[in-house]
């Protein structure tokens, strides 16, 4: 089935530690993205890669580094983790000029 | 840069009440924009999009928002809420490079029996 895949679902971390959270799309879209959802601030965008081989920074990228390992996998590293960072996180994958749309189930991230 | 505001944190409606959710956007040309929906624990769905043409979009699940470039809105109408719909709201404008997708802050809606 078409659709983006997030793994893992949930994580606990402690403070010091790094993680990489994998997302995988097969619509062979071009667009992928990494958002974080925190209460009563919607989602903002951490990064995002306009096509496979680039990634260009967003709203708050402090903390994250990506890689777009080809055009299915977009990945997210913490690689010291804070409890500011705390949230769920998102991956999506969108298709030229947002014909399509796929929002990965989300990871949700504590950080104690 | 872009934005959308959002500026009701909190709706509640009686079910079989009409609803409108109201989203202003900033963009500098003809934006892209969207509305979704959220349950509770889930990701995103698509309700509905506006990229040029007709004003008025219909959406799914009998959603349906209307543009207004001179109001700088998007605002998200329904006839008659079923109690189904209560969830969070988020509207979403796109930039013309289709690269970069900016969401508001939510609305969370909550449909009283």
């Known amino acids: 089935n078409a659709g983006v895949t997030q793994t893992p679902k949930f994580q606990v971390l402690k403070t010091g530690q790094s993680m990489t959270l994998q997302c995988a799309q097969d619509m062979n879209h071009n667009s992928m993205y990494w958002y974080r959802q925190d209460p009563g601030m919607g989602l903002r965008l951490i990064y995002y890669s306009a096509s496979e081989g680039t990634t260009d920074k967003g709203e708050v990228p402090n903390g994250y580094n990506v890689s777009r390992l080809n055009k299915r996998e977009f990945s997210l590293r913490l690689e010291s983790a804070a409890p500011s960072q705390t949230s769920v996180y998102f991956c999506?994958?969108?298709?030229?000029?947002?014909?399509?749309?796929?929002f990965g189930p989300g990871t949700r991230l504590t950080v104690l | 840069a872009q934005s959308v505001t959002q500026p009701d944190i909190h709706i509640t409606v009686s079910e079989g009440a009409s609803l409108e959710l109201r989203c202003n956007y900033s963009?500098?040309?003809?934006?892209?924009l969207f509305w979704y929906v959220q349950s509770p624990g889930q990701g995103l769905q698509l309700l509905l999009k506006?990229?040029?043409?007709?004003?008025l979009v219909q959406g799914i699940k009998g959603f349906e928002a209307e543009f207004k470039r001179s109001q700088s809105s998007f605002n998200l109408r329904k006839p008659s809420v079923h109690w189904s719909d209560a969830a969070e709201y988020f509207c979403?404008?796109?930039?013309?490079?289709?690269?970069?997708?900016?969401f508001g802050t939510g609305t969370q809606l909550k449909v009283e029996l």
């Open positions: 979403a404008v796109g930039d013309g490079g289709g690269n970069k997708l900016t």
């Open positions: 506006y990229f040029s043409g007709d004003t």
């Open positions: 963009y500098g040309a003809t934006p892209y």
């Open positions: 999506a994958s969108i298709g030229y000029s947002y014909n399509e749309q796929f």
